[in-house]
C-alpha cells in the first residue's frame, strides 16, 4: 500500500516537475506548433502520441521501418552527431531518396536540452 502511494506521488512529482523543451513542429500541411516536450521522451513517440501529422512507428521503434523520419535543423543535426550519433542500423534505414542531409529517425532521438528552441518538419508520408 505504501509502495502504491509513493510510485503515485513519484509519477505524479515527476509530471508536474519533469523539465522540459520547447519545440516546434511542422509539416507541409500542418502547424508549425510549438510543444514543451519532456526530457527524455523518445522524439518519434511523443510526435506519435501527439497526433501529429504523417508519423507511424510501424516497427515499434527498432530502426527498421523508416516510417518516423523527421528532418532536423542542420545545427541541431550537427549537435546529435556527437551526442547521438547515427548507428549502422539507422543509417541503413535512412538510405532512401526521401532522406535529406538532416533526416533521423525519431525513435532513435531521445529529447535534451539540445532541442530547446528546434523547428523539426515531419516530412509527407
Ligand atoms: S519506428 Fe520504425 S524506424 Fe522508427
Redesign the pocket.
Known sequence: MLSTISNALSNTFTARFASTVAITFKSNNWGPTEFNVPEGEVL?KYVLDQSMPNL??????????????LNLEEELFNKLKESQPITED?DD?LDSDERTPTTR????LKVTKEFEGATITIPSE
Open positions: 518519434a507511424k512507428m510501424s516497427c515499434g521503434g527498432d530502426a527498421i521501418c523508416g516510417r518516423c523520419r539507422e534505414t529517425l525519431g525513435c532513435q
